[in-house]
């Protein structure tokens, strides 16, 4: 306990305050401007997995230093320019694409926009909910990527860009067997469908089932690399699956999935599910 106050008493006795004027106040807000919009921007991506890493190695620094761990001190302190030069590397795409979206935002953009805390409409809901079991039923295998906040763009440029609707009418057209864009997954965006044919990681989860095919360890491995939630369509079986946070849960009805992509949805789940048995009371 008196190292511990030993540590404080020294690194705050040689704070002071300094003169503060209009100039610093606008400094400061800008700055934190950039660095909130900075955090937005790295929470649609994969870096923000690697920003909560640097912060728990953050914690064990402090940790060792207010302890005098010198073995740990000097392991970070040697590390630290290799580790810098790694992480450049590592994330050069998503580095290079956040310049490239930087030069192509307007000014208001930047500031940000005012966006609803809904992902997605009551309506693309339902679509989604129709088209999964109507593909169900004849066995028409599917899989449908619903975006989350971690960016899929990387996965969306590998397939052919739509920009349409979500409607049951076109997911169900789109996987027709034999047609052009019936291979891959489909990513939707909000209430937008914006591309088809897309190429997915597909999981090296060994505790997956070995009679799963491509489709659903491509579910499950987008799902491990983003907080994306996947909808997928057996051929074989005819079953409906949901793959989210890498976890495959196989066999769902059509009031659970409502349930889910509620919850996905940012909507009350009890509310909704109420509305949803009222829906299919009337049809």
């Known amino acids: ?35 909130y919009r900075l955090i937005v921007w790295v929470k649609k991506t994969r870096a923000w997995y690697l920003v909560k890493g640097l912060l728990l190695l953050l914690v064990i620094w402090v ?17 630290l320019s290799v580790g810098i030069i790694a992480i450049i590397v590592i994330f ?17 953009g930047f500031l940000g926009e005012n966006r609803g805390t809904e992902r ?16 169900a039923k004849v066995k028409t295998g599917a ?9 899929l763009e990387e996965y969306e440029r590998t397939g052919i860009p739509l920009d349409s609707v979500v409607s049951a009418a076109l997911l169900i057209n789109i996987f ?18 914006v591309a088809a044919t897309c190429i997915l990681p597909v999981s090296d989860n060994m505790r997956l089932s070995k009679e799963l095919g491509t489709r659903h360890r491509a579910g499950v491995g987008i799902s491990e690399n983003s907080d994306c939630l996947a909808l997928i369509v057996s051929e074989e079986t005819g079953k409906v699956s949901l793959a989210q946070k890498g976890q495959l849960i196989r066999g769902v009805d059509e009031e ?11 909507k009350t789940v009890a509310q909704s599910r109420l509305k949803f048995r009222k829906e299919r009371a009337k049809s």
């Open 176 to 193: 027709e067997h034999n047609t052009p864009l019936h291979d891959g997954a489909v990513i939707v965006r909000e209430d937008r469908l």
């Open 1 to 35: 306990m008196e190292r511990l106050l030993d540590f404080f008493d020294t690194y705050f006795s040689r704070l002071s305050v300094p003169q503060f004027g209009i100039a610093d106040a606008a400094e400061i807000l800008i700055l934190a401007f950039v660095i």
């Open 256 to 266: 659970y999935l409502n349930s889910r992509l509620v919850e996905y949805q940012n």
């Open 63 to 79: 940790i060792a230093s207010i302890c005098e761990f010198n073995a740990i001190l000097w392991l970070f302190l040697n590390t």
């Open 120 to 135: 997605f409409s009551d309506e693309t809901r339902r679509e989604l909910i129709e088209a999964a079991f109507s593909m």
């Open 92 to 108: 050069q795409p998503e580095l290079r694409r956040a310049l490239e979206q930087l030069g192509q935002q307007s000014f208001t």
């Open 143 to 151: 899989l449908i990527i619903l975006e989350g906040n971690v960016s």
